[in-house]
């Protein structure tokens, strides 16, 4: 395949016009969205100095989409997709907005950084399902694959840019005009949010049965299902036992490598930089054929990368791996999106992206609270490595049965369990 041809691919999702505006709308935020994590998370560390609290902002910020995304994907099946997404980005920039001005002047302390993370979480509980359900209503069914690699794409880009910003402004200006920034980003985001025009078929149609009875539907769908039921747990495994390792960065900066704010952003650049052509990568592929294999061979990745990175002193090594593991995760992570965005069956797509969005947030949550309470006495890199072996279990499980998944995923796409 051709260069020409294979960024044609990529952009496809581009020739619909909601999409386009979507993603133009979208793109600062996320600039904005991550010059705020990296922000808190150095702000945790200068008030703490404490693996186990840089564990506990990221569980504030991470879990409740644990407990609320059940409720939410039913939402996201029931009501105005678009009236969901246009609430949430206001509320996500009044946050971003208090949290500026507490830093600003002087009076954040970490219980009121924990409340505003927390209040980030639930936000985000709601509106990543809607999100998720959104897209295939802002595209054709055969430009599905290109919308979720450039969503992809553009948020792991903003994963380096954002950063690279942030440890900037952080030396040069204080953290609290990053979190200006980020409250900034989110007005052309809202604005696009109120120019797309809803398709008939966006609002999804009301099921009459209970709210309660349809999230169990979306579970017992997602888990009989042959092929998104391993998917999501070995997503729920890597979650937890590898991914947190990203909302650790600011403890590995410091006392693995002895770097402080500009280290922690070039590990957070590098680990963009990775994603990004991981994610372009799986843009111009054709199809899903060879996706399953594609995934289980990103795992693989991801374990040893992080195993070299847990392993390392030598901050260069350590960049390489971040930056390898960083784009086996998007590989793995977009790639398992894709597949199950096209084989789930329309009725249930909110519940099952939920479930989705669940494990992959609630995941980090998980295992950073875990992880950096661990490492406040074993230190940064045991916890790391128990999980690259735990992750290689889960891997081991999934190949047995890739045959099964193949069929579910790729060869059936779109059939139910």
Known sequence: MSLASSAARFCQAFRNRDYSIYCIGSSLTVIGLWMQRIAIGWVTWQLTESPTWLGIISFAELFPVVLLSPFAGALADRLDRISIAR????????QATILTVLTLSGTLTIWSLFALALWTGIVVSFWQPARMALIPNLVRREDLASAVAINSVIFNAARFVGPAIAGLVI????????????????LPFIAALFMIRPRPDLTPRKGGDGLFAQMIEGYSYSLRHPGIGPTLVLMLVSCICMRPVFELLPGYAV??????????????????????????????????????????????AMIVSLLVFSLTSNFWVGLVALAVAGGAMVTHGAGAQTLIQSAVEDGMRGRVVALYGMLFRGGPAVGALAMGWVSDWAGLRWP??????????????????????????????????
């Not at 030396?171 to 989110?186: E, H, M, P, Q, R």
């Not at 922690?264 to 991981?278: D, K």
């Open 384 to 417: 790391l490595i128990v999980g690259c072996g735990l992750t290689a279990l889960a891997l081991f499980w999934m190949i047995s049965r890739r045959a099964a998944i193949r069929e579910a995923l790729e060869a059936r796409g779109g059939t139910g369990p």
């Open 87 to 94: 609430v949430a980005q206001c509320l996500n920039m009044i």
């Open 171 to 186: 030396v040069g200006y204080g953290a609290g005009y990053a979190f200006l920034a980020n409250a900034i980003s989110y």
């Open 255 to 300: 006392e693995i490598f002895s770097r402080g704010a500009e280290g922690l952003s070039m590990m957070a650049t590098v680990t963009g930089v990775g994603a990004v052509a991981g994610g372009i990568y799986l843009g111009q592929r054709a199809g899903l054929e060879g996706l399953v294999q594609l995934s289980l061979v990103s795992v693989a």
